[in-house]
C-alpha cells in the first residue's frame, strides 16, 4: 500500500482496492489513515480533497514556523539553499543548543525522504552530521539533486532548499521515544480526528499496513473543540507520565488550535519526539492547506511553492480549470466530477487509461476548451481525446463553438478527438461539429464515446 500507490493509472484500480462505491469513494477519500500515508504527496489529491479547488502543501519548515506561532513546540532549524549557508547555520545552531551534532533534511514536498536517495549517490535525503564541514558536505549532496522517496516516483524531485536543523537525541535521564500523530477532516463523521500512535518514525507505514490495532483515533466535534480530557486521553495513551505527560497535553491542544486556526486540509507531526528532558517535540511536519479557505490567509497564499507542483496543474489552475494529471494515453475534458469518474472508468473498462482528469466547470467557453486542449496535448502520451459534456448548467453549443475555435487556432491536433455532447441545445452542438469539416467524431451513448476512444488507441 505504500511507494508507487501514489503514481497511479486511474481511479478505477484504487476505487476498487479499498472497497468504495463512487460516491462514497469521493465523499471519503481521506477519512481512512492508510490512504493518508500513501496519497497524502499523491498528484490525486487536490481533486479527492476538493473537487473546486487544490489543497496547498507546505515544506516541513514552513509548517515548523507557524506552528510555533501558536506555542507549539518544535525542532529548531533553518532553511538554507547553498552549503556555504548550511556551514553557518551549523554553526549558529551548535552556540544555540550547545550540541556539536545537526541534521540536514531535504526540503521537497514528499515523505520517505530518510529512507530516500539523491539519484547517482548514496546520500540520504535526511543525514546527520558532527561538524561544519560534514554538514557542508552534505548540503552539497543534496542541494540541487533529485531525490528519489518512496513516494516520488522514479523520477524523485529536485532539492532546492535544506533544512539544518537541531539534534534532539541528545543524552539525558530519561529514554527518547518517537510517536506519530496526524489531524485531518473526517467526512463520514462530519468531525476532526485526532490519529495517533505510540509507533512512529520512518516505519510507520508499516505500523499502519502490519498492526492497525496500534493506530488510535480521537474524534473531535468542530463545534466543541477539542476538552481537556480528550488531550489527557492521547497523552495516557501514549505511554506518558509525569512532565512528559503534561507537555504532551499542552501540545496536543495547541497542535489542534493550530490546526483549526490555519484552516489546514491535514497536519502530520511524525515523528512527535519525546526527548531524554521530557520535551514534546515536532520533529518532523506535513502540512496541507484549504485553498477554500486562503481568502482568509493572504499570507498563507503567499508560502505555495508552485515548483513543486505540476506545470500542467499549475497552468490549469490559472484559467480555473480543476486538472490532475495521470499517467494514461486518453485525455479527458468533461464537466462535473461524478461524470468525469465515470468517464474514466468507461475508458478504463473499455481497454484505454485516463491520462488527466480534467472538469471545465459549470461555465466553459471557447477560451477554457482551448486551454484545456492546450494543457492535454502537452503529455506526449496520449493518443486520443475524449470530451464528455452533459449540458445542465454549461450549453453544449457553447461548448462545441469551443471545441471548433480551438481546433482552428492551435491547428493540426494530431490525436483524434471523440465528442459526446447531451444535454442543452446538444442538437445545436451536433450540428455545429458536423458543419465545421473538422476531424472531430461524435457519439451519443458513452460507451460509443468509449468504444471509438478504443479503436482510437489499440
Not at 460516491?23 to 493518508?36: E, K, N, P
Not at 539544518?164 to 541528545?170: E, L
Not at 526527548?275 to 496541507?288: G, H, N, Q, R, Y
Not at 445545436?428 to 461524435?442: D, F, H, T
Amino acid at each position: 500500500m505504500k511507494g508507487q500507490r501514489s503514481k497511479v493509472k486511474g481511479i478505477y484500480e484504487i476505487r476498487r482496492a479499498f472497497h468504495f462505491s463512487p460516491m462514497t469513494f469521493h465523499y471519503s477519500r481521506f477519512t481512512f489513515h492508510l490512504s493518508l500515508f500513501t496519497f497524502y504527496y499523491s498528484p490525486l489529491l487536490p481533486y479527492f480533497r476538493n473537487q473546486t479547488n487544490f489543497t496547498m502543501n507546505l515544506h516541513e519548515y514552513q509548517a515548523k514556523e507557524l506552528l510555533k506561532k501558536y506555542n507549539v513546540p518544535v525542532q529548531e532549524g533553518i532553511p538554507v539553499d547553498t552549503p556555504e549557508k548550511a556551514e553557518e547555520a551549523y554553526k549558529q545552531l551548535k552556540v544555540q543548543t550547545n550540541n556539536s551534532f545537526a541534521v540536514v533534511k531535504a526540503q521537497i514536498h514528499a515523505g520517505g525522504r530518510g529512507k530516500g536517495k539523491i539519484q547517482g549517490s548514496e546520500q540520504r535525503g535526511v543525514a546527520v552530521g558532527k561538524n561544519a564541514d560534514e554538514i557542508k558536505t552534505i548540503a552539497g549532496n543534496i542541494l540541487g539533486g533529485t531525490l528519489v522517496t518512496i513516494q516520488t516516483g522514479p523520477a524523485g524531485k529536485l532539492v532546492n532548499k535544506i533544512l539544518v536543523a537541531q539534534d534532539v537525541y541528545y543524552n539525558g535521564s530519561n529514554p527518547v521515544k518517537e510517536f506519530y500523530l496526524s489531524i485531518l477532516l473526517d467526512r463520514t463523521k462530519g468531525q476532526n480526528v485526532i490519529m495517533y500512535s505510540t509507533e512512529g518514525g520512518m516505519n510507520i507505514e508499516d505500523v499502519a499496513h502490519d498492526t492497525p490495532e496500534k493506530i488510535f483515533k480521537e474524534l473531535v466535534h468542530p463545534s466543541g473543540g477539542l476538552q481537556p480530557f480528550q488531550a489527557r486521553k492521547i497523552a495516557f495513551n501514549l505511554g506518558l507520565k509525569g512532565e512528559a505527560f503534561k507537555n504532551c497535553v499542552k501540545f496536543v491542544t495547541n497542535l489542534y488550535t493550530a490546526y483549526v486556526g490555519l484552516d489546514c486540509a491535514m497536519l502530520e507531526i511524525n515523528p512527535l519526539f519525546k526527548t531524554s528532558d521530557e520535551k514534546i517535540l515536532a520533529v518532523d511536519c506535513k502540512m496541507s492547506l484549504d485553498d477554500n479557505a486562503l481568502m482568509r490567509h493572504a499570507d498563507l497564499e503567499a508560502l505555495r511553492d508552485t515548483t513543486e507542483e505540476d506545470p500542467t496543474e499549475v497552468e490549469a489552475a490559472k484559467h480555473n480549470l480543476n486538472f490532475v494529471k495521470l499517467d494514461g494515453n486518453v485525455g479527458c475534458m468533461v464537466n462535473g466530477a461524478g461524470l468525469a469518474m465515470a468517464t474514466m472508468d468507461m475508458i478504463k473498462l473499455s481497454g484505454g487509461e485516463p491520462a488527466n482528469f480534467l472538469d471545465v466547470g459549470g461555465t466553459a467557453n471557447a477560451q477554457t476548451v482551448e486551454a484545456g486542449f492546450r494543457i492535454i496535448l502537452k503529455d506526449p502520451k496520449v493518443k486520443a481525446i475524449l470530451i464528455n459534456i452533459f449540458g445542465g448548467i454549461v450549453r453544449c453549443d457553447r461548448v462545441a463553438q469551443g471545441v471548433i475555435d480551438a481546433y482552428k487556432t492551435i491547428g493540426n491536433i494530431p490525436v483524434p478527438i471523440i465528442v459526446r455532447l447531451q444535454g442543452t441545445n446538444a442538437e445545436e452542438a451536433k450540428k455545429l461539429i458536423e458543419e465545421s469539416g473538422l476531424k472531430v467524431q461524435s457519439a451519443i451513448l458513452l460507451s460509443e464515446a468509449a468504444a471509438l476512444v478504443n479503436k482510437a488507441v489499440a
